[in-house]
């Protein structure tokens, strides 16, 4: 009886919580699909009626839908490839111990506490300027003629920008795995005759699997809607236009809501069906 | 074969000096116990034998190479450790290939000796299954499998049965026993438990704060324990300590009677004491003594059951030929008439 009231209780309680976060998510996701099937022109006419699958096509269609695609899953696989395998390495430099291990670990942590709007700047102006960014004089300081690196190469700079802000995350969560490893199990293969490199790639890296798998889960997640460091940089120009990017260009630089909001379900569509894959992989993991 | 010298050796960690010079020879095929209480440096000792530390000074010699400088993995030895340290992603079968896949061994040898091992252990049906669906006792077993494989020149055991409950720790117990006689290789053996030592063990090392007090056969430390420390350790209950004038009655300063070797009467005796607690184990009865005027509580063990209950007055007689006599250093004096 007890348990009984105590549960209708408890959903009494949560009620005003789970309505609000519904009405969060549900909402904005009711309206991209009720504007994602209308002609919407907010500059030239307003609403222009009902067009059934019209921006769904057109959205497909445009030239600029595959490269987008493509430019998206280049850069979420790039920054996952760096973070977690420069991950890896800080997170187990990191767990040796060392003078200032307190200090050096807050220093590595830090980057994920700029926001990507500043950090992308201070990439874009004190790094990347082939004027007067740091880069520029150390290429020049070897002779060599600066990068233009956000024209030239912009597709490994956004990379590197995203992965500079991500890494720390990625570390973080390893070490803890790291330091979660039992020393004893170490001990054991070091007397099985198992030199370091084979302790790393039998013992240690199994270990991190689980670790890895909520890394790459969390940051794809996070990763599928970069724009800041985008608009701040290039502006979408020098093929950095992402699928989050072109949707923002649809719905503010073409003024086209409908257009926009089609991208919009078609974003929401890649992103489950990563997150289905995704799932899988760390359920799997999870599981042992 | 697995003859093991210790020639001074010391450990220190900082300023610490957790092992004082020591020396210790282990015979080939013998089963060595290092017993003690906890933090009285017996695991660091096996580690420094298993090459997981560094010696700070002396040597250590297996099998007659000098093995202070050797790798670990190079010095022969196999290691059981307190928390099995299987590895969980392995299956039990890949657990206990590991060592010889290290070492480049070719399969069909790999796979004759998993299966030996699988078969002297029970392991066989498991082999497919990963450490996390096993009980505790089979674990363990997979540890042991894992280091019979490698068919070492010695076995290091760290305390293997302190996570098992007391039924499994008997059975295995007898297990790693059996598989000692089977094998006839060195083993040392790391325990806190007295009893342990005292079934399993051909040598018994009693270590206190890094120092050995003394080295034997499970009876020696029992007949002779050469101090009031390991008179104290081994045997179960305790031995009875008494000091001042009853002990000055036999020229010592502290005498020592086991509870076994005292003659229990409720009409007459040497010591009088009043009955606080009675143990009643069907096979034996334990009888904690108060009020005897000699020491805090004594203990007595009687055989079967005794009809001795809370406030009872009870007497003592000690088998005079039965105690222990120790001077005011701690040490055993010699028997009357016989040399220590």
Known sequence: MATQHSRSAARLMMAPAVTLLLGWMLVPLAMTLYFSFKKYLPLRGGDLGWVGFENYVRFVTSSAFWPSIQTTLVIVGGVLVITTVLGVALALLLDQPMWGQGPVRILVIAPFFVMPTVSALVWKNMFMDPNYGLLADLWRAFGAEPVQWLSQASVPSIIMIVAWQWLPFATLILLTAIQSLDSEQLEAAEMDGAPSPKRFWYIILPHLGRAISVVILIQTIFLLGIFAEIFVTTGGAFGTKTLTYLIYQRVLESQNVGLGSAGGVYAIILANILAIFLMRIVGKNLDN | ?340
Request: some cysteine; overall charge negative.
């Open chain 2, 1 to 340: 074969m697995g003859r093991i010298v210790l020639e001074k050796v010391v450990k220190r960690f900082g300023q610490a000096e957790v092992i004082p010079p020591l020396d210790l020879t282990i015979e080939d095929g013998e089963f060595t116990v290092f017993v003690g209480p906890s933090g009285c440096g017996k695991s660091t000792l096996l580690r420094l034998i298993a090459g997981l530390e560094d010696v700070s000074s002396g040597r250590i010699v297996i099998d007659g190479t000098d093995a202070t400088e050797l790798a670990p993995a190079k010095r022969g030895l196999a290691m059981v450790f307190q928390s099995y340290a299987l590895y969980p992603h392995m299956t039990v079968r890949r657990n206990i290939a590991f060592p010889m896949k290290m070492a480049g061994m070719d399969q069909a040898e790999q796979d004759r000796r998993i299966a030996k091992a699988a078969e002297a252990l029970n392991l066989t049906d498991y082999l497919d299954r990963k450490p996390g669906q096993l009980s505790g006792g089979q674990r363990q077993r997979v540890a042991i499998g894992r280091a019979i494989v490698r068919e070492p020149q010695a076995f290091l055991f760290d305390e293997p049965l302190s996570n098992l409950d007391a039924a499994l720790r008997v059975g295995m117990r007898l297990e790693i026993s059996e598989l000692h006689k089977r094998l006839n290789t060195t083993m040392i053996y790391v325990t806190h438990d007295q009893v342990e030592a005292m079934t399993m063990a051909d040598k018994i090392v009693v270590l206190r704060a890094g120092h050995i007090e003394q080295v034997g056969s499970p009876l020696d430390l029992y007949r002779t324990p050469r101090n009031l420390f390991v008179a104290g350790f081994i045997g179960s209950p305790r031995m009875n300590f008494i000091d001042g004038a009853e002990a000055a009655k036999h020229g010592a300063h502290t005498i020592g009677i086991r509870p076994e070797h005292m003659e229990v009467s409720s009409t007459s005796g040497l010591w009088k004491g009043r009955v606080g607690v009675a143990e009643h184990l069907g096979s034996d009865t334990f009888i904690h003594v108060h009020d005897t005027g000699l020491a805090e509580t004594m203990t007595i063990r009687v055989d079967g059951e005794v009809d001795l209950h809370h406030g009872d007055t009870v007497y003592m007689t000690p088998r005079e030929e039965m105690l222990h006599r120790f001077d005011a250093q701690g040490l055993r004096m010699a028997e009357v008439g016989v040399p220590a």
